[in-house]
């Protein structure tokens, strides 16, 4: 299935997240504001696309409404990072502190989680695409050709301009996860 033919049907088949049907097997999927949602300081592609993501395994597992906390989902964290003071976030470590990525893929208080995951169900959509052949090949094309702008790699050869937005947001919340760790220990 050609890269151009997955983006029109991701784009064309947009549901309120929480009402992604359960699909398994590997492919692509796609993230969107809905309407007039924001994000502050993010400037969205068409149809509000924000993120393109792919799974080699298992689509049903990729609904990131769905997840406990963010600290496994690179959406929700990029998007919670961009909220945090929209939605008073606060974010913690993921885990004992032992490793750094306890911090850089640091999670939000149980609250917080809430909060993002309502915002999440009331502002994005999303959309998924089976592609059982080069589903990786498939994802770095539609980077390529649709420009998300929460991905942060660069797959696809892309250069995000709005990466380093994102990436400070991110950045600002490892750290004070790390601040609110040492902070627990004193």
Not at 109 to 138: F, H, I, P, Y
Not at 143 to 164: D, E, F, H
Request: glycine share 8%; hydrophobic share 40%.
């Amino acid at each position: 299935m050609a890269s151009e033919i997955v983006a029109k049907r991701l784009l064309d088949n947009l549901l309120p997240i929480a009402e992604i049907p359960i699909q398994y097997g590997a492919g692509v999927y796609a993230l969107c504001l809905r309407g007039d949602a924001e994000v502050p300081g993010i400037l969205a592609g068409q149809q509000g696309l924000l993120y393109i993501g792919m799974t080699a395994n298992d689509l049903s597992v990729r609904n990131h409404l769905s997840y406990r906390d963010s600290s496994r989902s690179s959406p929700r964290r990029s998007l919670g990072a961009l909220l945090r003071q929209k939605l008073a976030l606060s974010p913690i470590a993921r885990g004992s502190g032992r490793s750094k990525r306890d911090f850089t893929h640091f999670r939000f208080t149980e609250d917080g989680e809430k909060r993002l995951t309502e915002w999440m169900g009331d502002n994005l959509l999303a959309s998924q695409v089976s592609v059982v052949d080069n589903t990786r090949m498939v994802e770095e094309e539609l980077i390529s050709q649709l420009k998300p702008c929460l991905n942060l790699t660069k797959l696809g050869g892309w250069k995000n301009p709005q990466r380093a937005r994102v990436s400070h947001a991110r950045s600002e919340c490892a750290a004070l996860a790390e601040g609110a760790w040492l902070a627990d220990r004193r």
